[in-house]
């Protein structure tokens, strides 16, 4: 015929008044929580019914995941932290050596997840989940940071990582046409015109910031800058196209190397000058 709800006081106490006469099913129900039993047939003939009680119970669920490298790699001691639909930090723990982290209680709810550690960027940056069940394999890929300087003036220079963001408007954080490459074709048939300017909204192959590649920058004062990014592996080779005239190289590795150790193959029509 219908039905009818209250919510319990202070003391967990609830009372329906003035039902009809019949066989009513009364069932509790909190996000969060679990109730045995999950609910009671009542008869109502002729006086009213009392202690029909439910023990609640918090429901609680794992969350789990793995930090690595894009070549699988663990990353320990990694704070992963748990926020609410509000912005609130609801628990925080460490990766281990394997990588891998676990949550063993969480509530049901909305929840975003990240993840820090100094020297460290995270894709994705952030995960947001509805937990409503045990959940595994929320993993995120760390990628390393590394810190590049600029002197006040021209600087020409590379990056020995794949940046997540590749434009060098965002590498190098300076104003449009401070970046510049040259292009040996362009050299051939436009010689004035031989230097690629960077651009916002323009990213041309050749304006794109990856190991071995160098640039000229041109920035108002020194500073430091975090680039996040990929380095090339370092079981596998670097390899760089050339075009016949100067081409602007840099060193593709995220350590000092000596000029004296380029060499070039024999046979091959290039010269080194630096």
Not at 151 to 168: E, K, R, S, W
Not at 172 to 187: G, K, M, S, T
Not at 212 to 236: H, I, K
Request: no cysteine.
């Amino acid at each position: 015929a219908g039905s009818w709800s209250t919510t319990t006081d202070a003391q967990g106490r609830y009372s329906l008044l003035d039902l009809p006469a019949g066989t009513h099913t009364v069932v509790p129900v909190l996000r969060g929580y679990a109730f045995t039993p999950s609910s009671i047939d009542v008869k109502l003939v002729d006086k009213d019914v009392a202690n029909q009680n439910f023990t609640a119970s918090p429901i609680r669920y794992a969350l789990s995941g793995r930090v690595s490298t894009a070549q699988n790699e663990p990353v320990a001691q990694a704070t992963v932290t748990v926020y609410d639909e509000d912005g609130v930090k609801v628990a925080s723990t460490q990766t281990t050596d394997p990588g891998t982290y676990r949550f063993a209680a969480l509530a049901p709810g909305r929840y975003t997840v990240r993840v820090t550690k100094a020297g460290w960027a995270f894709q994705p940056t952030e995960t947001a989940l509805d937990l409503s069940a045990d959940t595994s394999g929320v993993d995120f890929e760390a990628v390393p940071v590394v810190e590049i300087t600029l002197a006040q003036g021209y600087n020409f220079i590379g990056v020995p990582t794949v940046p997540l963001d590749q434009h060098p408007l965002a590498v190098f954080q300076v104003a449009e046409r401070r970046v510049a490459r040259w292009d040996p074709d362009l050299a051939r048939t436009q010689p004035d015109n031989a230097y690629v300017l960077a651009q916002t909204g323009q990213l041309p192959e050749i304006l794109k910031v990856k190991p071995g590649v160098g640039f000229w920058v041109r920035a108002d004062s020194d500073r430091r800058l975090q680039v996040a990014g990929r380095p090339p592996s370092s079981a596998a080779s670097v390899e760089m196209l050339l075009g016949r005239g100067w081409n602007m190289l840099a060193n593709p590795f995220g350590a000092p190397m000596r000029w004296s150790v380029l060499g070039i193959t024999a046979g091959m029509p290039m010269r080194s000058l630096g």
